[in-house]
């Protein structure tokens, strides 16, 4: 699922048309907002603990936190900021495109992050990039490559990377980078654009104007137990 903007709040955030809870509650976290256990793989590029980048999103969470009916969502920790790579295998979608050709559907996780680890062994160094903040969202930050060709770079990792994991996601084309903060529990009200939309344009100018490049580790593949800790297995890079 491609992680959503801030284009058609309306429909995206609120309760607007919408029938059914946000789709990762009782799945990823629980309207307490404790976090359920959903353990999986993943390559991602950790935030640098301790940078001017963590304070900064820091700040952020806490400002979204702050947003009329910002309890509705429910906040990852700090410690756990990451830009995903590429989406390994997750408890609960083990569907064609999410799951590697030539491993049965019904094989523990565990499984498939040791044919993964096996698979990345000689995988070319990953390459360096570099990152630059967006937009922020009520679901976190939006990422883009800080030129054209850091961008290019992701990308091509990206498609290197179908080949040992053994599948393309359908949204693998048009997937959008970012640093998640938060889950939704339950929807925004109707009309919650009218404080979300400037507050969120502010904290964009501000963090643009503050931060000028992201920083991130080098990328890693990381085993997860949930959505608050994702553990390096294997660096990826030179």
């Known amino acids: 699922m491609a992680f959503e903007t801030n284009d058609a709040f309306a429909e995206t955030f609120t ?6 809870p946000p ?18 793989n993943t390559v991602v590029s950790h935030v640098v603990a301790g ?12 400002a979204l936190i702050d947003l009329p009916h910002g309890d509705r969502f ?34 523990p996780i565990e ?4 044919f993964f680890l096996e698979r990345l062994e000689g995988f070319p160094p990953a390459p360096p990039f570099r990152m630059k903040p967006a937009a922020v969202t009520p679901l976190g930050l939006v990422v883009t490559g800080a030129t054209d060709e850091d961008e290019r770079v992701l990308r091509r990792l990206r498609d290197d ?3 040992p994991f053994g599948y ?12 998640t ?24 100018d501000s963090l643009i104007e503050e931060l000028e490049m992201i920083e991130l580790d080098a990328p890693a593949f990381c085993v997860f137990p949930d959505m608050t800790e994702f553990r390096p297995l294997k660096i990826l890079a030179r």
């Open 161 to 163: 990377l179908t080949v």
């Open 51 to 62: 940078s001017p980048t963590q304070a900064a999103l820091e700040r952020v969470r806490q």
């Open 111 to 114: 499984e498939t992050t040791r």
């Open 15 to 20: 309760e607007t048309g919408k029938a059914a």
């Open 74 to 107: 429910a906040y990852t920790p700090v410690s756990s900021y990451h830009m995903t790579i590429f989406q390994g295998t997750v408890e609960g979608r083990r569907q064609r495109g999410f799951w590697p050709e030539g491993v049965s559907a019904d094989v």
């Open 23 to 40: 789709r990762y509650l009782g799945i990823r976290f629980d309207m307490s907002g404790r976090f359920l256990p959903t353990p999986g």
């Open 168 to 179: 393309r996601h359908p949204d693998h084309d048009s997937y959008r980078f970012h640093i």
């Open 181 to 204: 903060l938060a889950y939704p529990k339950t929807w925004l009200p109707a009309g919650a654009e009218e404080a979300y939309l400037p507050a969120l344009v502010r904290l964009t």
